[in-house]
């Protein structure tokens, strides 16, 4: 907690406000006012609003979400909503300490089954408060560096656009192939593809500690997130040897292949051996045929089209299933030049990845300095 500031208790700094009558489910994707519930992310609209901001919102239900909302708003039954008592509160300034401060919500959700936060406990908490031109003078200076990250996120966004415009130039949609390419089946591009093991013979306790482990195993996270420099679980050289063939080395693709599907990761050079998790699905290039460029946007594209069934999401998608796809194959040296094209794109997006990871060490060493 920042010492620098005296404490203030928060129910002596706001007006707690009537509550709202509105059920959670009457909120709509469309709207003219924001609806606020529980939910740490604000989604949901209404046409009609009860309250005016400035106010700092509270869900008082599951787990511990923050809002503050600067013009009309309405919320759910399950919210508190308080509007600052004085001109000498900057209700950002709350919201941004309690933002920072998230841990000391939480501990105040108590009860069996669906946990819920009581309007003495919030009321109760010690803010660190400084004079009002010193709350406006923090807020700017994060609001500032959100902005820049903000900024930093939509280039990226914009570079990923970018290749996928190119891709589309190129090669067209691949589902509706308008470029008229040679279509063979999806396995014909790869020299293997399989799911990992059943859970049976994957369970928790085969997992062993680092210092005892053979191999590492590879998970959904791995293909989520891109990244080996991921926490990994391991497996003694017995457990090995009965799952070599779920075998995956540099080079090859992991592909969340259960709920969250089609995430896809080409491991890099420095990974290390590994088998994959049942959860995972790993498929091999054959590169005498297919660019793995081209193959990750061909295989976004097909996932997309895939994972719905008549406007019914699938959680999950096989490799036979995956297999049997026909799909558009141009010539390598079109898909050569595609994948030129996405390296120059990269080396730009690593630049702006670098400079978001700085801005975003820096956001959180000011939340620290301000409210830690």
């Not at 519930?37 to 309250?51: A, F, G, N, R």
């Not at 708003?73 to 308080?82: G, I, P, Q």
């Not at 308008?178 to 089946?185: A, E, F, Q, T, Y």
Request: glycine fraction near 8%; charged fraction near 20%; include cysteine.
């Amino acid at each position: 907690m920042n010492k620098e500031f005296p404490n203030t208790k928060f129910g002596t700094l706001v007006l707690a406000q009537p509550k709202s009558n509105i059920k959670a489910g009457e909120g709509k994707t469309k709207g003219i006012f924001p609806f606020f519930t529980s939910s740490p992310v604000q989604t949901k609209y209404l046409d009609k609003y009860i309250y005016q901001g400035p106010a700092i919102i509270f869900g008082t239900g599951g787990g511990a979400s923050v809002h503050a909302c600067e013009g009309p708003f309405a919320t759910s039954t399950d919210c508190l909503v308080y509007y600052p008592a004085s001109k000498n509160v900057y209700i950002k300034y709350l919201y941004r300490y309690l933002l920072g401060n998230i841990h000391i919500l939480q501990r105040g959700f108590k009860g069996a089954g669906l946990q819920h936060i009581s309007k003495t406990y919030i009321e109760n908490l010690d803010i660190s408060f400084p004079n009002i031109k010193e709350q406006e003078s923090i807020v700017e200076r994060l609001d500032k560096v959100q902005e820049l990250i903000a900024l930093q996120k939509e280039q990226l966004k914009k570079m990923d656009d970018l290749i996928k415009s190119r891709f589309i130039d190129l090669f067209g949609d691949p589902i509706t192939n308008p470029k008229k390419w040679i279509r063979n089946p999806f396995h014909s591009l790869v020299k293997e593809m399989f799911i990992g093991p059943f859970g049976s013979d994957l369970k928790n306790e085969n997992y062993v500690r680092p210092e005892q482990g053979y191999c590492v195993v590879y998970e959904q996270k791995h293909a989520i997130y891109h990244s080996i420099n991921l926490e990994f679980r391991y497996i003694d050289e017995m457990k090995y040897k009965q799952l070599r063939r779920f075998l995956v080395k540099p080079g090859d693709f992991i592909m969340s292949c259960r709920g969250t599907i089609g995430k896809i990761y080409q491991l890099p050079p420095q990974a290390p051996y590994g088998i994959i998790h049942s959860s995972l699905m790993k498929i091999s290039l054959d590169m005498e045929k297919v660019n793995s460029e081209y193959f990750q946007w061909l295989l976004a594209s097909i996932i997309k089209n895939s994972t719905k069934d008549g406007g019914v999401i699938k959680m999950a998608i096989t490799a036979k299933n995956l297999g049997k796809k026909n799909v558009p194959i141009p010539p390598l040296s079109l898909q050569t030049q595609f994948a030129d094209f996405v390296t120059k794109i990269e080396a730009q997006k690593g630049l702006l990845n670098t400079r978001l990871t700085h801005l975003e060490t820096l956001y959180k060493s000011l939340m620290q300095e301000y409210f830690g």
